[in-house]
């Protein structure tokens, strides 16, 4: 188990995605049965605080519920288990990091074009070359990753069916 949190917090941690949420999420994939907010702190040795932040993360973007507790002694603490389908997995992360990195750069890009084609239009004098082509370039970028998010959601709706 712990091998295997510790590969997924050092891969997930490359994507941009908090080691400390990843290895929450492998931690309650890795385990048979939910776990409360205390054993996933002594397990990983982090504070409540670092605990719970990640926790509410992880349910915002679906890969964690929160599980029906059972009667009995400590019956009050919430429970929290992984989504353990690998697809389902895949297309919330897909989706989480496409609405947070791909989307607000294409529109930072639409913006960066626009302002550049305004004082393109405005300028007392023709644009030097390095100007045009950079604003070329900024144009085909984001022209690319406008067609990279349409092909992705269309992509990601057919595997959620």
């Not at 605990?51 to 019956?75: C, I, Q, S």
């Amino acid at each position: 188990d712990r091998r295997f949190i510790e590969v997924w917090g050092d891969m997930a941690s490359s994507w941009g995605v908090s080691k400390t949420m990843a290895q929450i999420y492998a931690l309650l994939y890795a385990h048979s049965g939910p776990l409360d907010t205390d054993e996933i702190m002594a397990t990983l040795d982090i504070s409540r605080g670092n605990a719970n932040m990640n926790l509410h993360k992880l349910m915002e973007w679906e890969l964690v519920r929160k599980a029906e507790r059972a009667p009995g002694p400590g019956a009050r603490k919430d429970l929290f288990e992984a989504e353990k389908d690998v697809w389902k997995l895949t297309l919330r992360v897909a989706r989480e990091r496409n609405a947070k990195e791909i989307l607000p750069v294409a529109r930072s890009l639409g913006e960066i074009d626009a302002e550049l084609a305004a004082v393109a239009s405005r300028a007392a004098r023709p644009l030097t070359a390095q100007e045009e082509a950079f604003r070329a370039n900024v144009h085909e970028m984001r022209l690319f990753l406008e067609l990279f998010n349409s092909l992705s959601e269309r992509m990601l709706r057919m595997l959620e069916t």
